[in-house]
């Protein structure tokens, strides 16, 4: 059991630090008017889909939330909603994609809008991924047998 959540734990870490990443090119380009490659943020973008989208979220859906949904009640309510932000997360991550390319292609003046694109995308994937530390672990670890595991 732990060895399963821990999996998952090592993977938000690494997550969160694409996350902090971005959080932190964007503020060097707001404050110090920095330059920053955009293929640096495109490489990120690309991590978070293939990891995150391809593989990270398919694992906890197909394994974790699929334990999970088994006991019904609770469990199968916040499992529902967690999915529902795994399938909002991949449109999000499209809609960062696009402003990307927005500020790529229209240079500075479309800076602020991919700024704040950054900055809603993360505080909404570090919302999710607290919701499943915070209480779908927990959760997890209080329902599921060790044959579960």
């Known amino acids: ?34 330059k920053i490659d955009p293929r640096v943020f495109s490489a990120m973008i690309y991590y978070l889909d293939t990891f995150s989208e391809r593989m990270h979220h398919p694992k906890e859906d197909r394994y974790l939330f699929k334990a999970l949904r088994s006991h019904g009640g609770e469990a199968a309510a916040v499992v529902a909603d967690l999915e ?7 449109e999000a991550l499209k809609r960062l994609e696009q402003s990307l390319v927005r500020y790529e292609e229209g240079g500075d003046k479309e800076f ?17 991924m ?6 779908v672990f927990p959760l997890a670890q209080r329902l599921l047998s060790a044959a579960a595991w």
């Open 112 to 128: 602020p809008g991919f700024a704040e694109a950054v900055e809603k995308f993360v505080r909404e994937y570090r919302d999710h």
């Open 1 to 34: 059991m732990a060895k399963a959540l821990n999996i998952i734990r090592d993977e938000h870490r690494s997550i969160g630090a694409i996350l902090h990443g971005m959080e932190y090119l964007v503020e060097r380009v707001r404050t110090r008017k920095a």
């Open 84 to 90: 529902k932000e795994h399938v909002a997360g991949g």
């Open 130 to 135: 607290r919701k499943e530390e915070s209480f």
